[in-house]
């Protein structure tokens, strides 16, 4: 600082013309003020006293002078005061720069006392720096956003962290990074932040519902919109852009790809540097998102890279830039047996022949020095120690600078070749001696050689580029092919024979130009095209890779492999129709990601929209609360230890209940762990109805067929009660009258052993007319018909209660159900009256009972005695045990009996009620 004093004139008019001139003239802004203080001496305000027209530009302060700075804006006049009346106390020049409270505006100031010693004036000379201080905050918020998007590791989090700094730099409302489909007009939101008062964007719409037509075609162009008044957005836009705002686009490779939205939510000025940096930040931001991309693509490239690797035969490893070799093929580690860890560095020296070792590495260093191609052969222990020779091969990457980053090195096994060169050998030392030997064993080598290269399984040629007078390659010569029965373009060539000669539409369908690209440019390609001329028409897989002046092809023939791609296309479309007739939809559970991926069927199982996200847990949602177990144990087997199932639950869809069955298997990587579970869900609704109505269609017509049954029967034994009722019954009625009329007394006196025999003949007649008539009775039930079932099982316990057999009966029949049907009541009662009779006849018991008890779809019949038993494995051929079970049988029940020697017996007849 520098401190000097002067006078200047009191008032414009006594100032020289100079003097006026040069305020009048100058950029930066003048004015002389007069400080004015209170009683206490305390400086209260400032009067113009002089100003230039820089001034009134610059503060926006029209005619100031005879003002006080109160009078011109009382709001701000506070800071300005102090600083200037600070300035005549000290009696010092003074050089600062200021904030102006009232429009936030930034000014470099120099202010210095004038007058004479203790004059209460002071001369300020400023400029107006606010756009170089927002220039220095753009510049500080540039830097900070640079330091994000370089320091926060996750891709997610960089996006609303940009944002965020965005928004409190530029006091906004809302500040978005959205990406944007513009084929089709769709624009989704990456991330970003917004005022907690501020809605915020919905994640995805139409690109037409966000923003007006003219913003969207200057957008378009490349332009970033700035508006700072814009009008309340119509209802249903999915943008507020009330008020002021800024959209800024990122093109990429001639695309629009994203763009950056800043909000203000009411009116503003944007000043040019806050456009900047919005343009710069979505830019930035953009280049971010893409690297990040790139380094994804990376990885899925690497990890494809390691896939091909270990396919192929050969040996395949990476060296770094100082040759140490930092990755080899699964081949390598299966062939010498030695680990990964083992082998990096220099540790596959350790395969290498001890006799080869000096003269491998010293070739590995020349070339590494040189930085040329390496090809050598050596030998390469296996894990069972038997050395094999390999061709050894391997090529510098190289930077876009022209360093050389690494090496890419294979061995391919020659061991059978260096066996025929050391025969070719031995065959030279006999040829020496006899010109026709030697002639014999080269054609021999000659053939076998054309063997070899014949069984490969691929189509090899080389070619020369044939160039026209421009140096432009019109065309290949064949310097060599092997003869393969597919004719692959490429193949099957005398040398010196033109290409486009053997195959005129190479050039059309993809070849040639591929072979021309290789060769200008030294990358290798590896193309999939389809030919076709006069001759054939086929795929075929082309690797191309530049050898000097041409190109090395190797080709197949993958037209099976296309037509095979086409049919599991086809395939898969089938499956889709399947799905939809069969009522069925698949699934695929990624074990690593728990990610879970339904078919369109099976979201149309579920009735959920199609892309609806779903987990295992969905199950959970939907399965009847019975089935829940089943629907737990599968999510057990998916998420806990997946393995292969097949269930069968219920599930509840839109208010209807559906049955599914659900079968699954698992696949696994090469090693046993499991990668992904496939699966099926089956609807057997439909099949569960078709049953049901089969099953209930059965039922009833069984149920005919054992009523017709049952009542041929009872016919037949109506029949029967008939005939000994009215025929035998009446037979013995007649023959005991005609008994009875004989005298007794004269036989009595002639012969008391006849009149003895007439007595017992009279008993047995008046007993079998008694049993005739109980017979008629038990075969024609009445009491079932006329008083129903409890009354009739009663009447045989009745009938059968003697003081040696006491019997008990005991009816349980649900009120609150119809009644038996009349032709199963006879045959519970048919069933009863057997299982007595045989108690009676068999049992040698004191107490017995009979039980009919009616239960949720059956009718049971319960039999008890305390009788001498039997062993029922031993007593199965009884006739009326066969009868009972086949009656029962008949009727679709089953019989349980169990019984003991001593210990009495117990059966039990469950008959179903036929369905309502």
């Not at 009382?74 to 200021?98: K, L, N």
């Not at 508006?227 to 490779?253: F, I, K, N, Q």
């Not at 690497?302 to 270990?310: D, G, I, Q, S, T």
């Not at 082309?542 to 086809?570: H, N, W």
Request: with cysteine.
């Amino acid at each position: 600082m520098s401190s000097f004093s002067a006078e200047f004139p009191t008032s414009p008019p006594a100032a020289s013309d100079q003097y006026q001139a040069l305020l009048q003239g100058m950029e930066q802004a003048f004015c002389r003020l007069e400080i004015l203080f209170d009683a206490q001496g305390e400086a209260i305000d400032c009067l113009f006293l002089e100003a230039n027209p820089a001034f009134e530009r610059q503060t926006s302060l029209g005619n100031p002078v005879g003002k006080t700075m109160r009078e011109m804006n009382a709001a701000y006049a506070g800071p300005w005061v102090r600083s200037y009346s600070a300035v005549v106390r000290g009696g010092q020049s003074v050089h600062f720069e200021q904030e102006s409270t009232a429009g936030g505006s930034w000014y470099d100031i120099f202010a210095a006392p004038v007058g004479p010693p203790g004059s209460p004036q002071v001369a300020v000379l400023f400029s107006d720096i606010s756009e170089r201080k927002r220039r220095e905050r753009s510049l500080r918020c540039l830097a900070d956003i640079t330091s994000d998007l370089n320091g926060l590791p996750e891709v997610a989090a960089l996006v609303p962290a940009v944002a965020a700094r965005l928004g409190a730099h530029l006091r906004l409302a809302t500040c978005y990074f959205i990406g944007l489909d513009d084929a089709t007009a769709r624009v989704q939101v990456l991330g970003g932040w917004h005022q907690p008062d501020v809605p915020p964007l919905p994640p995805e719409a139409d690109l037409a519902q966000c923003l007006p037509p003219g913003t969207i075609r200057a957008l378009r162009a490349g332009e970033t919109v700035a508006v700072a008044d814009a009008p309340t957005p119509p209802a249903g836009a999915c943008m507020s852009l009330g008020g002021a705002y800024v959209v800024a686009p990122v093109h990429r490779e001639g695309t629009w790809r994203h763009l950056l939205l800043a909000t203000a939510g009411t009116s503003r000025a944007w000043h040019p540097e806050e456009i900047e940096l919005l343009q710069e930040a979505a830019l930035r931001l953009g280049t971010r998102l893409a690297r990040a991309r790139a380094e994804d693509a990376l990885r899925e490239s690497e990890e494809l890279f390691r896939a091909v690797a270990n396919l192929v035969p050969e040996f395949l490893w990476r060296n770094d830039a100082q040759g140490h070799t930092s990755w080899l093929n699964q081949r390598w580690t299966a062939y010498t047996g030695q680990s990964l860890p083992e082998a990096v560095g220099d540790g596959w020296l350790d395969a290498i022949h001890p006799d080869d070792r000096v003269q491998t590495t010293a070739n590995f260093r020349a070339a590494l020095v040189a930085g040329h191609p390496l090809r050598q052969e050596h030998r390469i222990r296996d894990h069972a120690g038997v050395y094999r020779w390999f061709m050894v091969q391997a090529l510098p990457v190289l930077d876009p600078q022209g360093r050389i980053k690494e090496w890419l090195g294979s061995a391919t096994d020659i061991h059978e070749r260096k066996q025929l060169e050391e025969q070719l050998l031995a065959f030279n030392g006999q040829l020496e001696r006899q010109v026709a030997e030697r002639t014999r064993a080269l054609q021999k080598s000659n053939h076998l050689l054309q063997a070899i290269t014949k069984t490969q399984t691929v189509a090899l040629s080389a070619f020369q580029a044939v160039r026209n007078a421009g140096g432009h390659i019109i065309d290949l010569e064949y310097l060599f092919s092997n003869e393969r029965p597919d004719a692959s373009p490429g193949n099957a060539a005398a040398p010196g024979s033109r290409y486009l000669a053997r195959f005129p539409e190479a050039e059309r369908a993809g070849f040639l130009p591929s072979y021309r690209r290789v060769i200008e440019t030294g990358a290798m390609e590896d193309l999939e095209l389809l030919y076709s001329d006069a001759h054939r028409t086929g795929w075929y897989r082309s690797i191309a890779t530049r050898l000097g002046d041409g190109v090395l092809v190797s080709s197949e023939d993958i037209t099976a492999r296309k037509q095979a791609e086409q049919e599991r296309a086809t395939t898969l479309q089938l499956l889709e129709q399947v799905e939809v007739v069969a009522g069925l939809g698949s699934w695929r559970y990624d074990v690593a990601t728990g990610a879970l991926a339904w078919s369109e069927g099976l979201y149309r199982l579920f009735e959920l929209p199609l892309g609806t996200p779903v987990t295992p847990r969905v199950y959970l949602d939907y399965v009847v609360p019975d089935d829940r177990p089943i629907a737990e144990c599968l999510l057990q087997k998916l998420v806990g230890a997946p393995s292969g199932f097949e269930k069968t639950m219920r599930i509840q869809v839109g208010g209807r209940l559906k049955t599914i069955r659900i079968k699954a298997v698992v696949t696994y990587y090469e090693k046993g762990q499991p990668t992904q579970v496939l699966g099926v869900d089956l609807d057997l609704s439909e099949l569960k109805r078709l049953e049901a109505e089969n099953l209930h269609m059965r039922l009833h017509q069984q149920q005919e067929r054992i009523a017709a049954v049952l009542e041929a029967q009872e016919e037949e034994r109506r029949r029967v009660a008939e005939t000994l009722h009215n025929g035998l019954g009446q037979v013995l009625y007649a023959a005991k009258l005609q008994l009875d009329q004989l005298n007794m007394t004269p036989l009595r006196e002639a012969s008391p052993a006849l009149a003895t025999a007439r007595r017992e003949a009279d008993r047995l007649l008046s007993e079998a007319i008694m049993q005739t008539r109980t017979i008629s009775h038990e075969l024609t039930p009445g009491s079932v018909a006329e008083f129903g079932l409890a009354v009739a099982l009663r009447d045989i316990c009745r009938g059968l209660s003697s003081p040696q057999l006491h019997w008990q009966c005991l009816v349980h029949l649900d009120d609150d159900e119809p009644p038996l049907p009349q032709p199963l009541q006879v045959a519970v009662y048919r069933l009863a009256q057997e299982l007595a009779q045989n108690i009676v006849k068999h049992a040698r018991a004191r107490h017995a009972a009979l039980e009919v008890e009616t239960l949720p779809g059956w009718v049971v019949l319960r039999s008890e005695d305390d009788g001498q038993g039997f062993e029922p494995s031993r007593s199965t051929s009884g006739i009326g045990l066969k009868t009972l079970r086949h009656r029962v049988a008949l009727l679709g029940g089953t019989v349980h009996l169990t019984s003991g020697v001593g210990q009495g017996t117990q059966v039990q007849v469950r008959i179903p009620l036929p369905p309502s």
